[in-house]
Structures are given as C-alpha cells and as structure tokens.
C-alpha cells in the first residue's frame, strides 16, 4: 500500500513585545547666545533598514528634530538636526528569512534649555512573517478509502519596497514674512487588488507654518490635504489576493519652492515617499480529513498547524475636542500667537461589542503673549481621546493602527482655558491566527481478518452519515450505495443496511452514486 502526498505553505504572522527607546543629542545650530525660548519642537521618526538575523531584528535610522524658538532678538526662528539610532530587538522566533513589519512613531520629545540637548522617545510596533511548510497526505492506492476535503494554503507573492514622490501645492492667501516648517504626514485610504498589480490610495497631511511680522511675531499655520494614487505591479497577483502596506514620508528629502501670487505664495512640496508591501494569495488544495483502509489497521499520523488571516485594511477619521486649563503659575492667555502640529500618543487599542477603539493623548504646544509682562509664553497641553468605528473583525485579531493628527486649533477663553479641537485619520490593518490539524500520513498496521460471510447487515441509526456507515464495516462507501439505493446520507430513519460481499459492482454506477453522496 502507499500514499500520495504533497506540501502545503502556510503564512505564520506574530506580533512582538511593544519596543522603545530613547534619544538624545544637541541642536548644534541652537547656541546659547542665540537662544532664548523653546517653543516646540517636531520630531519624525526614520527607518533606514531592517534586516531579520538569528533571533534578533537590526535596525538603523534616525530621529528627524526640527525646533521652533525664540532667538535673542525675540524672533520666530528653526533648527534641524537628525539623532541616529542603531537597535536591536531580539526574539527567538526571528531567522534570516523571517520577513518584518515595522512601524515607528514618537511618543514623547524634550528639549533641556541649559545645554540645547533634546532627547526623544520612540516607540516600535514590529510583526514578524514567516513562512510554513508542512507535509500534508492527498492520495492512496485502491484499497485505501479517503475522504477529502479543502484547505486552505498561503503563497507570498512579493515582499518589497518602493520610493516615490508625490507633489502638493498649497496656497497662502496673506502675505507672510516666511515660511519656518513644512511638515507632511501620509496615510493610506484604500488598496484593491487586480490582476498582476494593485493600486493603493491615500492622502497627503500637509501643514505650512509661516511668520507675520509686527509688534510681536505670530506664527501662522494653514492646513492641505492632496489625495494620491498609485499602480504598483506584482506578478500573479489576483482580485483575491490581499497587499499589506507601510508607508512613511522620507522626512530629510522633502523640499519646497515658493512662487508668490497676488496677495500670497503658492508652496510646491515634492514629498517623498517609502512604500514597503507584502502580496498574499490564498490557494485552495485537497486534502485527506479521514481514511481507511480496506485490508489493514490504519494509524493516522496528524499534524496541528496554524495560519494567518489577514484582513482587509480599513479606514476612518475621527474628531476629538476638549477644554484645557491653565495651572496658576502660568501666565494668562492676552493673545495667541501659535499652535503647534502636535504628537499623537497611543496608548491601547482593542476590538469590543463589534467596535474598533483607540485611546491615547494629544499633547500640543501653545505659544501665547501676556499683556502684564510683555512676554511670549509656551504651555505644552496634553488631551486624552477615545475615538471608536464599527467592524466586523473579531475580537482575537491584532491591531495594527497608524494615526495622523490633524487640523489642530486651539481657542483662548476667559485668559485661562483653552479649547481644543483636531482630527484623527485612522488606516488600521487587522491579523488573526486559524488554527486546524491536518492528516500528514498513515501507518499500516496488521492484516484485517478476512470477512467469511457473504452478507453482512449493520443496523443504521437516524443521522448516520455514510463514510461513517463505510468505516465501521470497512466498505467502500460506494458499494453501500450501490446495493442499498434507497438510502440517503445521512439516515432519515432507523433501517437496516445490507452488504453483500461477493456481489459484483458497476463500475459506472458507483462513480455516479460518488458524485452525489454526503459523506
């Protein structure tokens, strides 16, 4: 006797342990006769590579700084630097064909005003991605009865990265002194796969702050959106395929132009983006879910696996409002003169009673002057949120939530409160683990006795199904068919089964009679 056999792959996602770590160098261009207030400071993250090793992931990049201060001269002025990182995050399960998902975000950032060093925290969401083959049994010889079913495999069509720019223009209707910060957020809205390539959709987060000379310099800011699409081809890929996505903007390649017009400036941004994709299809193959044999003792062999379901990713924004009070040591509110992009914090995300629901803190930085002392005064306000959508996905999946702030305004009440309101842009994919056992081979034991009798009858029992009816009287469930054709599977009734064993079959009949039984 023998066995056909063949293998399956099987896409295996995990997400690891939260990692962070913490920054810290000098704003170089910030001395200390030059500075006299910090008034906030914008901090992107940068992925520069992520290479899998044994047990450990190694990656390298940079924190992007740009700081707004007030210089001696009581000017709104900027500052760049970049603080580069080389990390190591370690787990057991990582190899070198591991593949990596990574998305890094800042959740805190600090300036210290005696020696212009700043430090950052930065926090990393990783999900690993390994591939699983397993042996699986699909076939025998004449005297093994096999049952089969489906199941499904899994196939990495392609895992790359692209860079590409995308252009924004974005006009300023007032006449401003110049421009201090150009900062772009980017988040995905949609991907559909087609054949032999996909197309992502989303948008570009564009906020221009400027200065307007006067008495007092104010810092202006205006808001654009730019919707963007891209085709990105990827061979054998299907309308059922599924395409993961991270994106990033390339913070040190962004650059702008300003052409004026009347009463203002148009600003062209060439933003530059990274797009890094992973290409799944799922691939429908037999298998056996249970055999016999008709001439020995079987022991089936089986084997537990499990696999990813990976989720279409989903979209939606939210608004978040709030009032915030000044602490009695800070000075009143006279005149606002700025408000900083702001940084989203996350601090959980879970899927209850049918509803995606992520919480966190908006911390945003004020610039304001006091009329009584003459003098401009930043307060840094944090504002807790809970923003929630409706989906179908199961609780037990993983969240994997990138957010952009935006449309960030504040409003000074009374000279001590201040009310709060922006928007959250939400591009959230989900993966969960199916678990299953499949049957990966058969061991042939003793010879069964040969069966003396010529007939043999097996009293049914209402439900019984037909491959169950075989199995017990180790027949082909073909042969009952053939001999008992008034019989449906499973039973309707009580009845009595009768095999006879020396009667010849049709060979016709009982392909038909196959074709339609319920096993």
């Not at 006299?36 to 047990?55: G, H, R, Y």
């Not at 079987?298 to 409002?321: C, G, H, P, Q």
């Amino acid at each position: 006797m023998s066995f056909e056999k063949s293998r399956c792959n099987f896409i295996k996602k995990s997400r690891l342990k939260g990692e962070q770590i913490m920054l810290d160098g000098a704003i170089n261009s910030i001395s200390g006769g030059d500075f006299q207030k910090m008034l906030w400071i914008n901090a992107c993250p940068q992925i520069d590579s992520v290479e899998p090793l044994t047990k450990e992931i190694s990656v390298s990049g940079k924190a992007m700084i740009e700081a707004v201060f007030i210089d001696s001269e009581n000017k709104v002025c900027t500052a760049e630097t970049s603080l580069p990182f080389l990390t190591k995050f370690i787990n057991e399960n990582v190899n070198p064909t591991t593949k990596i998902n990574l998305n890094a975000t800042i959740s805190d950032i600090n300036f210290e005003e005696s020696n212009s060093r700043v430090s950052s925290i930065i926090n990393f969401d990783v999900d690993i991605t390994s591939v699983n083959e397993l042996e699986l049994l699909n076939g025998g010889d004449e005297n093994i009865c096999l049952k089969e079913d489906e199941i499904v495999s899994q196939k990495l069509l392609k895992d790359d990265c692209i860079t590409f720019n995308e252009e924004q223009k974005v006009t300023i209707t007032e006449s401003f002194d110049r421009i201090i910060s150009v900062c772009t957020d980017v988040v995905i809205k949609d991907i559909t796969c087609n054949a032999n390539f996909f197309i992502v959709q989303g948008e570009l987060l564009t906020k221009i702050f400027y200065v307007i000379c006067g008495e007092t310099e104010r810092i202006i800011s205006v808001s654009a959106v730019e919707s963007f699409k891209r085709e990105i081809e990827v061979g054998s890929l299907s309308e059922n395929s599924s395409v993961e996505i991270e994106i990033n903007v390339k913070k040190e390649n962004l650059k702008f132009e300003q052409e004026n017009i009347e009463n203002g400036s148009n600003v062209i941004i060439t933003v530059p983006l990274d797009l890094c994709f992973k290409a799944y299809e799922e691939i429908k193959i037999a298998c056996a879910s249970d055999l016999f044999s008709l001439k020995n003792n079987l022991e089936i062999v089986s084997n537990d696996y499990e696999r990813t379901k990976i989720v279409s990713a989903m979209y939606f924004e939210s608004k978040i409002e709030g009032s915030i009070s000044l602490s009695e040591k800070e000075p009143r509110i006279d005149k606002l003169l700025g408000v900083s992009k702001g940084i989203i914090k996350p601090t959980n995300q879970y899927i209850k009673d049918g509803e995606i629901v992520l919480e966190g803190i908006v911390s945003v930085n004020v610039v304001y002057l006091n009329d009584e002392t003459q003098t401009i005064n930043c307060v840094k306000k944090d504002l807790p949120y809970i923003i929630s959508e409706k989906t179908e996905v199961e609780a037990s999946f993983n969240i994997c939530a990138r957010l952009v702030l935006c449309d960030v305004d504040v409003i000074a009440r009374r000279g001590r409160e201040l009310f709060l309101d922006a928007k959250i842009k939400a591009s959230v994919r989900f993966f969960g683990a199916l678990k299953g056992t499949l049957i990966t081979d058969a061991i042939m034991g003793e010879p069964l006795p040969m069966k003396e009798e010529a007939i043999e009858i097996y009293f049914g029992k209402t439900g019984d199904k037909m491959w169950d009816i075989a199995k017990e009287l180790r027949t082909r469930p073909e042969v009952i068919v053939e001999q008992n054709p008034e019989i449906n599977s499973p039973l309707s009734e009580n009845c009595n089964i009768i095999i006879y064993h020396q009667k010849n079959v049709n060979p016709t009949s009982i392909l038909l009679a196959k074709k339609n039984i319920e096993y």
